[in-house]
């Protein structure tokens, strides 16, 4: 018998239980995995209050100390690898291979952070005064608001959280709906680890609910979201309004190019790996492929066998490489679009069959017109359209007619062509001969367009400066 999680909101160190939201397997509806709080904006208020309270304790501690604290959670995650996998892996529906390698992520997100505490600090630079010097502290924002999706239930609040709270913020957190294990799971090594009470609280709710209460708190000094292109969009004004920092990941509709003197091979298998693996899910999936007409039928063929190895299935059992779809309206929507790209002529090449429950074949479109909707328009499932371009700069040009700009590849055997395309191509990730999907934690991740608020990057060593503020000191002295 599967255990059902009673996940209660964290907040000034205390569980307060509540109901309101049932998530279960997107794989097994019989499978209850929790039941969490459907909370109002009076325990937003509650956790603000509690992480205003908490915060300046916080912030005096030393950094290394704070960094302590992140690193003993790592091993806190670690020891509790297998259990946190499958746990995500029910509610949110991905493989256990993907699911392990999302945990992974976390502790190695908390690692990271960990030991920037060793490295926090501004520069020391010289004056035009005499005897004087001049140095630059780096001091934390206050408290801070962190809004998270469904598709990285742990990596992201890890990637979000960490930085945060090394760099001296107390934190409200406002996970996705279907997603409450993973982030508790992430909450309890924290706490566990020794974090001091009201520094980390997590509501649990809805967005219009949830998080309309925590961006327009006044006392909140700075909100990071990723999400939806137009959720994002209103965080953004309404945070700017009220003059605090906002930072926000949004959409993506990223092209992969696979031109002629590529390995057709290799490159049905890349986007394979980033249009099919994750479920689609992700908002650095390859969504759009465009050939130059000399591999286009080649690839096509190459594409639909990829497809095939992608069965869903249960992401628990051995061998699944997709996951279902995370939920009904997920579904409902991408089967959408598939069913108005047939009405525009558009060929289904594979998979667009009716799923059984949530689970939905991977497919791949043909016969794609640059303007159609499948082409343009965010899906975030495993569906990948194929269009062509007449050469590398007619395919430069498509990638770029995108109101999106967040990831990008190329497939090629030529330096030139690969450096060509980096150079002109307007997207945050830029990926030659491999997946548009996946990213290094110290590499800075953002994108530009409507995909990112394109002001602070997350992750790496950048990823503090979002959750502090530069102030410069001036040390004199007499003789």
């Known amino acids: ?192 680890a020794g974090l001091p009470a009201g520094v980390l609280n997590v509501v649990h709710g809805a967005g219009p609910v949830v998080g309309e209460a925590l961006v327009t708190d006044p006392r909140v000094s700075a909100v990071s979201f990723t999400g939806s292109t137009t959720v994002g969009m209103h965080i953004e004004r309404t945070v700017h309004e009220r003059r605090g ?22 490159a049905a298998q890349i986007a394979a790996a980033g249009g099919f693996a994750l479920t689609g899910q992700a908002c650095t999936a390859s969504s759009r492929v465009i050939c130059t007409p000399g591999v286009y039928e080649a690839f096509v063929e190459a594409l639909t066998k990829q497809a095939e190895r992608y069965r869903p299935g249960n992401g628990l059992d051995s061998g699944t490489l997709m996951g279902p779809v995370v939920s009904e309206q997920q579904l409902a929507g991408i089967a959408a679009a598939v069913e108005r790209a047939r009405d525009e002529g558009v060929t289904v090449a594979a998979g667009g069959d009716a799923p059984q429950g949530l689970m939905l074949a991977p497919t791949v479109l043909t016969d794609v017109g640059r303007d159609s909707a499948v082409a343009r328009d965010e899906i975030f499932g495993p569906v990948v359209a194929v269009l062509v371009a007449e050469d590398l700069d007619d395919a430069i040009e498509l990638v770029n007619d995108s109101r999106y700009g967040l990831a990008a590849g190329v497939c090629t055997r030529s330096l030139a062509h690969a450096q060509r395309f980096a150079a002109r191509v307007r997207a945050g990730v830029i990926k030659v001969n491999r997946p548009t999907t996946g990213l290094d934690l110290n590499v800075p991740f953002g994108g530009v367009k409507d995909s990112s608020s394109n002001t602070f990057r997350e992750q790496g060593t950048v990823a503090t400066e979002f959750y502090s503020w530069s102030k410069s000191v001036y040390m004199g002295w007499d003789d």
């Open 1 to 192: 018998m599967s255990t059902v999680h009673r996940i209660s909101n964290l907040i000034g160190g205390k569980d307060l239980p509540g109901d309101g939201y049932e998530r279960r397997n997107p794989a097994d509806p019989s499978d209850l995995v929790s039941v969490s709080p459907a909370s109002g904006a009076d325990a937003v208020d509650a956790a603000v209050t509690a992480a205003c309270e908490a915060q300046p304790g916080w912030a005096a501690l030393p950094a290394p100390a704070r960094g302590a604290i992140l690193m003993d959670a790592a091993e806190i995650l670690r020891g509790r690898h297998d259990e946190i996998a499958r746990d995500l892996v029910r509610e949110e529906g991905k493989t256990l291979a993907e699911a392990r390698g999302e945990v992974r992520r976390a502790i190695d997100v908390f690692r990271f952070f960990g030991s920037e505490g060793w490295r926090l600090g501004g520069p020391t630079l010289p004056s035009s005064q005499p005897d004087t010097l001049v140095h630059a502290r780096r001091e934390a924002l206050g408290v801070v608001g962190l809004i998270t999706p469904w598709n990285f239930p742990i990596a992201i609040p890890a990637w979000k959280t960490a930085p945060a709270l090394i760099a001296g913020n107390a934190v409200v957190l406002k996970p996705a709906e279907l997603t409450p294990v993973s982030t508790r799971h992430l909450a309890d090594a924290l706490v566990q």
């Open 245 to 266: 920092r906002v930072q926000v990941e949004m959409g993506g509709k990223n092209a992969l190019v696979v031109l002629d003197d590529a390995d057709v091979e290799q």
